[in-house]
Nanobody, 123 residues
Framework: QVQLVESGGGSVQAGGSLRLSCAAS????????MGWFRQAPGKEREGVAL???????KYAESVKGRFTISRDNSKNTEYLQMNSLTPEDTAMYYC?????????????????WGQGTQVTVPS
């Protein structure tokens, strides 16, 4: 059974940092690309960052230079280091797995999803 479990969310002041983690199980983790998405109330889900099975990364323009995605295949875990957070980063953050390594930040490219972890940056 495939499971993706996010952790590390919380409330942080503007300018602060958080590191999200996503622990995966139930599939061949190293073969999949992994992504992070977010969804704020009343908005569509947005692709934030991805890392493919070769370590190539891709970021949304809104987070470039502030967020860093990484993965540890020995732990079946991916991470999202978020720095210089702003109230606009407030959202539920989801991790997802892409079997085909499409290097896409579109939700439709992903096969498995976690339940999400909330990130709040008060204004």
């Amino acid at each position: 059974q495939v499971q993706l479990v996010e952790s590390g969310g919380g409330s942080v002041q503007a300018g602060g940092s958080l590191r999200l983690s996503c622990a995966a199980s139930g599939y061949t983790y190293g073969a999949y690309a992994m992504g992070w998405f977010r969804q704020a109330p009343g908005k569509e889900r947005e692709g934030v960052a991805l890392i493919d099975n070769n370590g190539r990364t891709k970021y949304a323009e809104s987070v470039k230079g502030r967020f860093t995605i990484s993965r540890d295949n020995s732990k079946n875990t991916e991470y999202l280091q978020m720095n210089s957070l702003t109230p606009e980063d407030t959202a539920m953050y989801y991790c997802a797995a892409d079997r085909w390594n499409l290097l896409s930040l579109a939700s439709a490219a992903y096969d498995y999803w976690g339940q999400g972890t909330q990130v709040t940056v008060p204004s």
